[in-house]
């Protein structure tokens, strides 16, 4: 694909969001934005319709650069991840979901004989990933197994550390652009180029703290981009990307995100750039 393709693409992405944002502007002034509205961790008012128009964007055009083989697998991971992070995003504002955050509140919400929002999300991303990784698989055999534990892994793996890092204004975005522009080349560049373009057409209102991505944009935009890892051609690679994933998410469960990134010179600032004062 062409430098010129690829600025298209991420073009496209853009306008694609800058599109949705306005159409969502206008859905939040009405009586059917009020179950989109949340408080955000600075008690200002924002819209979690900013999730749906970067998901839309963003696989949209994904699917219009992917590479032939791999066109099915995005328009999957970008729509399921989107549909069931919407979901989550409303039914998991129930008042009796309140507990059933991270890993162990799904645990225990289904050893309580309950199944929680989160974890229909991440039945239904697995699931999306597993099937990416057959539609996507590469040989046969051993060889092809192990590739696909990998795709399926960095696919569901990738889209939800996204939507953990977005705690704060801009900082799932800033994620989401810093990865694509990482893998905007190469012969799947093209799964990259779309999204990159979204998720900085939504960017400046993320920052500005009229939307939120929620759900269902970080984890549709982390899947699309967990695909595209899952397209590098090294393997060692991909194993090495899917144990900083899960390293990651795992230590998720333990330490706060958000004051690893307060007390890490360059890191607090990059977080904190372009983000309105708490």
Known sequence: MTAGRRLALAAGGALAARAGLA????????????RWQRTNYARRPVTLLGGPVLAAAATGTAIAGAPAG?????????????????YDDLAGAR??????????????????????AGAVKVAGIGAAAAVAAVLTRRGAGGSALVDGVLTTGLVAGTANLLNL???RPGRAGKAAVGLAVAGVGG????????????????????????????????????????????????????????????ALTLASEKISFTRVIESTPGLRELDRLGRRPA
């Open 23 to 34: 159409a969502a502007a206008v859905l939040d002034a009405g009586p059917a934005g009020a």
């Open 70 to 86: 791999q066109r099915v697998a995005a328009a999957l991971v970008g729509t399921v991840s989107g549909l069931v992070g919407g």
């Open 95 to 116: 008042p009796e979901q309140a507990a059933d955050k991270g890993l162990a509140g799904h645990l225990a919400a289904l050893r309580a004989g309950r199944i929680s």
């Open 165 to 167: 890092l977005d705690l």
């Open 187 to 246: 012969p799947a560049g093209g799964l990259a180029a779309g999204p990159l373009g979204a998720a900085l057409g939504v960017l400046p209102a993320d920052l500005g703290e009229q939307v939120m991505l929620g759900d269902c944009g970080a984890n549709a935009v982390g899947a699309l981009l967990g695909l595209r890892l899952a397209a590098l051609p090294g393997r060692p690679v991909r194993i090495a990307l899917l144990g900083v994933v899960t």
